[in-house]
């Protein structure tokens, strides 16, 4: 088999130098949540360890994943499709197509078998035999199935791999779900949101390729660092929901003025995602800052919970604290009454906040 270039090796091909090589390093450290004194290893990993190859499938989705991960920013998408990454196979980037495209696959397959870097984008359309899902002549399920045997790891990208997401909402018509029954038993990384932060999925897949294991993940599968945070608990808009003041409609004053969107239906208390720190395309904006509420895009079943203006359903006293986490109650010197609330929600246990809880 071929010797595959390394990323260092791949930048000198390219006549870059070693000092863009080694700032690429250092964005690649941050993004993979690694301290700084994991940099030499980085270093180290990209100068010796091949790149990775990739196979990227697409199953039922609406593709929306794929128009933000083109907008990556850092790295740029196409540094990490041209230089980072060996990506052989994609039903939406590749220009190729037709029966030589399949044909490259199947080698693909065979060639790297336990090598390559599977990343899936869509349901698994299951009713009828999967017919309606189609890729290449065949079922979805069956393109899943023979793609993930030979994979060394699998990352579901997107609430419709993770989860099943939009084609699954009531009555699921063409039986979606989620990809990890389809593979084999082999663990499945989700990046789950519709659609994900690009540089979630960019720094997990640069993390098996220079390290060769998956990163830390939390018990739903998915990359502690980057769902390790509600919403709420990066929302610049915090402190309006702490002081009780929230718009009541999208065009009140208060949402001019940036107040909190939880009676909006905000579902930022419940979900678990990075978009208050990362945000999208250069860290400009994300839904909250755009004045739309969160949805909880990145939540199992997130689709059966419309319509989204509803507001949560309440979370309880803040005496249920075992549910809430730590609560505390904060009285500014103003006088003004606030409750800041802090840690974890089970979305399975969510209980009443009462506007009189914040609106003391
Ligand atoms: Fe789903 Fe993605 Fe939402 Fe769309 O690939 S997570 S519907 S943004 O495109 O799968
Ligand atoms: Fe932000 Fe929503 Fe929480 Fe309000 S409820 S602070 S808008 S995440
Ligand atoms: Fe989705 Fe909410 Fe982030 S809707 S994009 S998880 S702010």
């Known amino acids: 088999m071929e010797k595959r270039e390394s990323?260092?090796?791949?930048?000198?091909?390219?006549?870059?130098?070693?000092?863009?090589?080694?700032?690429?390093?250092?964005?690649?450290?941050?993004?993979?949540?690694?301290?700084?004194?994991?940099?030499?290893?980085?270093?180290?990993?990209?100068?010796?360890k091949p790149l990775p190859v990739v196979i990227w499938i697409h199953g039922h989705e609406c593709t929306g994943c794929d128009e933000s991960f083109i907008r990556s920013a850092s790295p740029l998408a196409s540094d990490l499709v041209l230089t980072n990454i060996a990506l052989e196979y994609d039903h939406l980037l590749s220009a190729a197509c037709g029966a030589p495209f399949e044909a490259h696959l199947?080698?693909?397959?065979?060639?790297?078998?336990?090598?390559?870097?599977?990343c899936v984008e869509g349901a698994v359309a299951t009713k009828d035999s999967g017919i309606y899902c189609m890729s290449g002549g065949h079922t979805f399920t069956h393109l899943l199935e023979k793609a993930a045997k030979g994979a060394a790891a699998i990352i579901a990208y997107g609430s419709c791999a993770a989860y099943g997401g939009i084609q699954a909402a009531k009555p699921n018509p063409s039986g979606s779900a989620g990809i990890s029954?389809?593979?084999?038993?082999?663990?499945?990384?989700?990046?789950?949101g519709c659609p994900p932060i690009p540089e979630v999925m960019t720094g997990v897949?640069?993390?098996?390729?220079?390290?060769?294991?998956?990163?830390?993940?939390?018990?739903?599968?998915?990359?502690?660092?980057?769902?390790g945070n509600r919403i709420h608990?990066?929302?610049?808009?915090?402190?309006f929901f702490d002081a009780g003041m929230f718009a009541e409609t999208y065009d009140d004053a208060g949402s001019k003025a940036g107040w909190c969107l939880y009676k909006l239906g905000c579902r930022g208390p419940e979900t678990y995602n990075?978009?208050?720190?990362?945000?999208?395309?250069?860290?400009?904006?994300?839904?909250?800052?755009?004045?739309?509420?969160?949805?909880?895009c990145s939540n199992k079943n997130f689709w059966d919970e419309a319509p989204f203006s509803d507001r949560l359903p309440q979370y309880g006293k803040l005496g249920d604290i075992d549910k809430i986490g730590a609560a505390l109650g904060v009285l500014t010197a103003a006088g003004v009454g606030a409750h800041a609330v802090g840690s974890i929600i089970q979305k399975n246990s969510r209980k009443d906040l009462t506007e009189e809880e914040h609106e003391e």
């Open 7 to 48: 990323l260092w090796e791949a930048y000198l091909r390219r006549g870059l130098s070693r000092r863009s090589f080694l700032k690429g390093c250092v964005a690649l450290t941050s993004l993979m949540g690694l301290s700084t004194d994991m940099f030499s290893k980085v270093v180290e990993a990209a100068e010796t």
């Open 106 to 118: 199947d080698e693909t397959i065979n060639k790297y078998n336990g090598q390559y870097i599977l």
């Open 181 to 192: 029954h389809f593979v084999g038993g082999k663990p499945v990384v989700n990046v789950p």
């Open 205 to 227: 897949v640069m993390h098996v390729a220079l390290f060769g294991s998956l990163p830390p993940l939390d018990g739903d599968g998915r990359p502690k660092q980057f769902y």
């Open 233 to 239: 608990d990066t929302c610049y808009r915090r402190p």
């Open 274 to 296: 990075s978009c208050g720190n990362l945000r999208w395309w250069q860290g400009m904006s994300y839904p909250i800052q755009s004045g739309a509420a969160c949805i909880g």
